[in-house]
T-cell receptor, first 112, second 113 residues
Framework: AQSVSQHNHHVILSEAASLELGCNYS??????LFWYVQYPGQHLQLLLK??????LVKGIKGFEAEFIKSKFSFNLRKPSVQWSDTAEYFC??????????FGAGTTVTVRA | DSGVTQTPKHLITATGQRVTLRCSPR?????VYWYQQSLDQGLQFLIH???????AKGNILERFSAQQFPDLHSELNLSSLELGDSALYFC????????????FGPGTRLTVT
């Protein structure tokens, strides 16, 4: 079974700072990788996804993520955050069985 | 708005009771997934239905059951409720040609008192 770990539980940063959230997964086979965002009081929204091809993927709202197969990692980045990026971010993995396995989530607080 | 709808938004009930949560997938999506989000367990996959048939089960308790109807909406039934069942229950759906890409509904917040 696959498992997902997110390195940071809570990240606090100022507007215009750069953000990087770590995600590692454990699964030996082919996986699909996702980052979801959950704004306060809202549902999960898909930020970006990786299935195959270019390991650097771009998503919505200026986010990008890099898949490094040798490190089993899929880190999320944003060069300059805004106050509106305050949310909880979840890394997720699925394999052949379609179910998503989520990390514990990282709460990001952006101070104005 | 993902196009996935869930009702009710909030549900408050007592221990020992039974509730039904409802989900309508996006138009064209044949798959429905149920997830539970709680403070101690995080986001956990419960069950997957595809075009009316159960496809996979995750950490779903025996007190919980689900079904998907011919019109593709799904219901999650939770019975003999316990305090620990208090959580956000999300439904997600996906297209047949993109089964790995799931879109989530707004969730139902269940509070068991």
């Amino acid at each position: 079974a696959q498992s997902v770990s997110q390195h940071n539980h809570h990240v606090i940063l100022s507007e215009a700072a750069s953000l990087e959230l770590g995600c590692n997964y454990s699964y030996g086979g082919t996986v699909n990788l996702f980052w979801y965002v959950q704004y306060p009081g809202q549902h999960l929204q898909l930020l970006l996804k990786y299935f195959s091809g270019d390991p650097l993927v771009k998503g919505i709202k200026g986010f990008e993520a890099e898949f490094i197969k040798s490190k089993f990692s899929f880190n999320l980045r944003k060069p300059s955050v805004q106050w509106s990026d305050t949310a909880e971010y979840f890394c997720a993995v699925n394999a052949l069985d379609y179910k998503l396995s989520f990390g514990a989530g990282t709460t990001v607080t952006v101070r104005a | 708005d993902s196009g996935v709808t869930q009702t009710p938004k909030h549900l408050i009930t007592a221990t020992g009771q039974r509730v039904t949560l409802r989900c309508s997938p996006r138009s064209g999506d044949l798959s429905v997934y149920w997830y539970q989000q709680s403070l101690d367990q995080g986001l956990q996959f419960l069950i997957h239905y595809y075009n009316g048939e159960e496809r996979a089960k995750g950490n779903i308790l025996e007190r919980f059951s689900a079904q998907q109807f011919p019109d593709l909406h799904s219901e999650l039934n939770l019975s003999s409720l316990e305090l620990g069942d208090s959580a956000l229950y999300f439904c997600a759906s996906s297209l047949p040609r993109a089964p790995y890409e799931q879109y989530f509904g707004p969730g139902t917040r269940l509070t068991v008192t």
